[in-house]
C-alpha cells in the first residue's frame, strides 16, 4: 500500500511493507547448510535496511512528535516568523489506544472443558504462572502493542537464559528484525532474522546476525559489514550453531491489521495538516507583535546634526560659509521608546501645485488581518477528522459524558471495538505461536505432559474502560440473584472492583471453609467454651488472656 504525503511527493517506498516470503524447497536446501542460507538471508536484509527501515523511522518519529513540520524549509523572508510546531497527536492516540486494548493484563488460562487430570492441568497453570511471572509478560504484551499502534508490526522472542534452563521473553525492535515464510497459503513461518550493532558509541562498530530455524540458531558477524554499505556477504563470519529446542521458530511477528499498517498511519497527511495550521497561527502571532509601527506627522523631537570638526573641535565651515554638516537632523526615533511627539505639518497638494493640506499625527502598526474564527473552525475540523478515520475516542468532546449511560458510551467506542476485535484475534495468533515455542520447550525438559497444551489454552483481554464500581456491582448481585451464573463467572466479573485474581479469591473462601469447618470440629471436641469446661475443668480464658499467656 502507497501512502503520499502532503507535501507531494510519496512518502514510503511501494516495498516499505512487502511481507517476505521464500519457496520450502529453496529453504530445505540449505537449512542445514548456515553459509548458503546466509547468502540468501542476507538478501532480505540488505531488502529490509534499504526498503523498509525508513518507514519505521519515520513513524517512530512521529510517535515522538518529530513531524515531518520539523523539516520544512525555511522561509524565503528572513524577516518571517518560521515556527514549526508538532503536535504530539500519534503519541496522544498510541496511549488511548494501548490502553484500552491491553490496559487490564491478558488472561491466560486453561479452558474448563478440558479432559485433563487435575494434578497435570494444576502442574501446568503453575509452570504457566512462572512463565509469565519471571519474564515480565504483561509488560513486554504492552511494548508489543505499542509497536502495533506505531509501525502495524511487532516481533518478541523466546530464549533460554544464560546458564539457566529458564526461558526469558523480550520484545525485538522491527528496526532490527523480520520473519521469511513459506510460499504456500499457511504462510508458515520459515526463518526469523535479527541483526544490530555493538561497539563503542559509533566507532569499532560489528555488525551481528542470528538466524533462528525451527531446530538451530545460527550466530554470524561481520566488522563494520553494514547492509547498508552492501557489504559482501562473504565478510560475515559463523561464529556458532547452537539447538534450541523449541520445535519453531521462537521469533514471533504479530500485525495490528492484515496490511500491517499503524493505527494512525493513514491520517499522516491530517497530521501533517494539524501541524501546518498550528505553525501558521504561531507565525501570525509572532509576526504581530513584533509588526513595523508607521508614524505620520512631525517629530518633535530631532537629533542635532553632526558636524565636520577640526582638531580643535570646531566645526569646519564650507565656501558657502555655512558648517560642514556630515548628517543631518532626523527624528528621533529609537523602538525602545513607548511615546513620541509628533505635530501637524502643512503637505504641499503636489507638483504644479500650491494648495496646502494639514497633515494630522498619527501612529499604526502595519499588520495583516487573520481570520481566527476561520481558522479555529478548521483546525478543530482536523481534530475531529483524526479521532474519527483513526476511531480514537475524543475525551475532550462535550458531548463524551462521563456520566453517559454504558448505552450510550457502547455507541461511541463502537468503531474502536470494531478494530479492537481484530486487533484480539491477530494478538491471539502471535500468543499462541509463543506459547507454541514455550510448550515444545517445557515438554522437551519434561517439565509438562505430553498434551496438546496449547489448544486447551484461552487468553482473555479484558479493555480498559473508565470504572463504574457501583453499576458493576450491582450487576453482579442481579446476576448472583438468578442463580444461573456459576461462581467462578461471579469471581471473575467482581476482579476489576477488587483487585483479587479469581482464583486467589477461590482459594481463600476454601480456606475459608476450612478453618470454619476446623474450628467447629475443635468446638464440638472441647477446644473451647462449654465443651472445655466439661471435659477437663478449666474454663476458657478470654482471647486477650489467651494472647497474654501465650506471650508469656
Known amino acids: 500500500m502507497t501512502i503520499n504525503s502532503i507535501y507531494g511527493e510519496r512518502r514510503f517506498d511501494r516495498a516499505a511493507n512487502r511481507d517476505y516470503t521464500m519457496p520450502v524447497g529453496t529453504y530445505t536446501a540449505v537449512a542445514e547448510q548456515p553459509l548458503e542460507l546466509m547468502k540468501i538471508v ?97 509488560y513486554v504484551d504492552q511494548q508489543i502493542a505499542k509497536d502495533l499502534s506505531i509501525t502495524g508490526r511487532a516481533y518478541d522472542l523466546i530464549y533460554v537464559k544464560t546458564g539457566t534452563t529458564d526461558l526469558g521473553l ?44 525451527d531446530s538451530k540458531l545460527y550466530k554470524f558477524h561481520s566488522n563494520g559489514g553494514l547492509p547498508q554499505t552492501n557489504s559482501p556477504v562473504a565478510n560475515a563470519v559463523l561464529d556458532d550453531t547452537l539447538p534450541h529446542f523449541f520445535n519453531a521458530v521462537p521469533l514471533t511477528e504479530y500485525r495490528n491489521n492484515d496490511e500491517r499498517l499503524g493505527d494512525w498511519e ?64 532626523h527624528p528621533n526615533v529609537d523602538p525602545k521608546n513607548h511615546m513620541w511627539y509628533l505635530e501637524p505639518f502643512a503637505a504641499s497638494g503636489g507638483v504644479g501645485s500650491t494648495a496646502k493640506h494639514i497633515i494630522q499625527p498619527d501612529a499604526k502598526y502595519l499588520t495583516k488581518q487573520y481570520d481566527a474564527a476561520g481558522w479555529s473552525t478548521y483546525t ?24 453517559a449511560s454504558g448505552v450510550a458510551m457502547s455507541y461511541k467506542l463502537w468503531g474502536s471495538d470494531q478494530e479492537r476485535k481484530l486487533q484480539e484475534t491477530l494478538f491471539k495468533r502471535g500468543l499462541h505461536a ?24 484461552k487468553a482473555n483481554f479484558m479493555p480498559n474502560l473508565p470504572k463504574n464500581d457501583d453499576a458493576t456491582a450491582q450487576l453482579i448481585t442481579l446476576l448472583n440473584g438468578t442463580g444461573k451464573f456459576s461462581d467462578e463467572t461471579i469471581r471473575d466479573m467482581a476482579e476489576p472492583i477488587t483487585g483479587i485474581n479469581a482464583d486467589t479469591e477461590a482459594e481463600r473462601i476454601k480456606e475459608g471453609i476450612h478453618d470454619a469447618k476446623e474450628d467447629e470440629s475443635n468446638y464440638a471436641q472441647g477446644a473451647g467454651g462449654l465443651g472445655k469446661i466439661f471435659a477437663t475443668g478449666e474454663k476458657t480464658p478470654l482471647p486477650n488472656q489467651q494472647n497474654e499467656g501465650d506471650a508469656d
Open 380 to 403: 478543530n475540523f482536523l481534530i475531529n477528522e483524526i479521532h474519527k478515520y483513526t476511531n480514537t475516542p475524543n475525551v475532550n468532546d462535550p458531548n463524551f459524558a462521563s456520566n
Open 434 to 457: 509463543r506459547l507454541n515455542a514455550c510448550i515444545n520447550y517445557w515438554q522437551t525438559l519434561n517439565q509438562v505432559s505430553a498434551d496438546s497444551w496449547n489448544t486447551m489454552l
Open 42 to 138: 542476507y538478501q532480505f536484509i540488505n531488502h529490509h535496511q534499504n526498503h523498509q527501515v525508513s518507514r519505521l523511522q519515520t513513524l517512530y518519529d512521529y510517535y515522538q512528535a518529530k513531524n515531518a513540520i520539523k523539516k520544512q524549509v525555511d522561509s524565503n523572508n528572513p524577516y518571517h516568523a518560521n515556527n514549526r510546531v508538532a503536535a504530539a497527536f500519534a503519541r496522544y492516540m498510541t496511549s488511548i489506544r494501548v490502553g484500552y486494548l491491553i490496559g487490564n493484563p491478558i488472561q491466560i488460562k486453561l479452558q474448563d472443558d478440558t479432559d485433563i487430570d487435575d494434578s497435570q492441568a494444576n502442574k501446568f497453570q503453575d509452570v504457566l504462572n512462572a512463565f509469565i511471572s519471571n519474564t515480565n509478560a504483561d
Open 266 to 329: 493513514p491520517e499522516l497527511d491530517q497530521l501533517d495538516a494539524l501541524d501546518k495550521s498550528v505553525s501558521m497561527m504561531a507565525d501570525f502571532q509572532e509576526d504581530f507583535n513584533n509588526a513595523n509601527i508607521v508614524l505620520t506627522g512631525k517629530f518633535s523631537n530631532m537629533t542635532e546634526p553632526k558636524y565636520l570638526l577640526d582638531e580643535n573641535g570646531n566645526k569646519k565651515l564650507g565656501q558657502d560659509g555655512q558648517p560642514i554638516i556630515l548628517e543631518s537632523s
Open 170 to 213: 523480550v520484545r525485538i525492535d522491527p528496526e532490527q528484525a523480520f520473519v521469511i515464510y513459506d510460499d504456500t497459503v499457511d504462510q508458515h513461518p520459515l526463518v526469523g532474522v535479527r541483526y544490530y550493532q555493538t561497539g563503542i558509541l559509533d566507532n569499532q562498530l560489528t555488525e551481528h546476525y542470528e538466524i533462528y530455524t
